[in-house]
């Protein structure tokens, strides 16, 4: 008879492996389902790791779990990849986002004084500077604020590189999509599979990204917490003998570049309210490439290799749900919206510990995802 498992993790992006992985590294027997759905947001990504140029006004209190998990990601990169025999593309390039006319001028300043106030790590350049450092800029580059701990993954090898980890410590896969959490009482006691199967666990991680919502059986802080933002982005490639379009990640107010050591590019992305669609629209594809080629114009010579749009998992104040749900055996991971890729290293770590120690580690106490109902907001 095969064992029951510890832990069911629902979901299997960067978020669901990050915690299978370190939870089975601390012993546990886990099993992940995951149906593999192609608008995955770690999949659809271009895998920034921007604590700082992503930071936006109103998220300060999210700012310090995502530098945390910036800081771990070199020791716990290069464990993944020992782990896994795989590479994942982590590169730390820094991130330069310029201006490109006076109101973007006026915008950098105001964020520039935010961030100086927060004592993140900036530094402010000229137009000339900014294309000292990446000579593609377009000659209207005015200004640009330098983060030099903002860097890139491939994303792709991530997911890759997680699974082959989770493979080699044992961990178990069910491809498919979970229709109910089972409820006992008060408590969560397993998994009912679309398929019509059931699993026992001791725990259930709900880290199924903005489709955590639609299983029957979670509570409310999910069902009314998390939505879809969907995201548009292209995948480029250079010809023979192109250079790399910049070193580092570049972008402007309207759109970001991250160009991979192989020549190949991401260019992203919209942020659209459209609940579960998934289409790529020309209007998506025009104002990505338009906004693309006005900072870098040699985007214009590039092979667009493929257009696709993700689904981030958004929630109320665009801050994760992290930590123990309403119900006993249930524990949610979810809703990390445009900080997905930057939060798994710290999510991984943070979700195993709480599973392993019952207790709640205190990086993770702002995120309760039980905090609108306590705070009195109707969920
Ligand atoms: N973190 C980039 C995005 O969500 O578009």
Redesign the pocket.
Known sequence: MTAIPDVVVIGGGAIGLSIAWRSAVAGLRVTVVDDHHPAQASWA??G?I?PVS?AHHGEENLIDLNLLSARRYPGWIEELEEASGRVTGYTPCGTLVVALDGDDKEQLDHLHGWQAELGLPVERLRGRECRELEPSLAPMVRAGLFMEGDHQIDNRKLVDALEAACIRREVDFINGSVASLTVQGERVTGAGLASGDSIACDKVVLAAGCWSGGIDGVPPSVTDGVRPVK?QLLYLTGRPGQPPLAQRNVRTMDV?VVARGDGRSVV??T?EELGFDTTVTAGGVHSLLRDAIRVLPDVAEQVLTECVAGL?PGSRDNRPLLGPGEQDGLIVATGH???G?LLTPATGDLIAELLVTGATPAPLKPFAPTRFADAGVSV
């Open positions: 990504a271009a920034m921007a992503e995201g970001y992203g992305a942020v981030r919206y445009r900080n890729i």
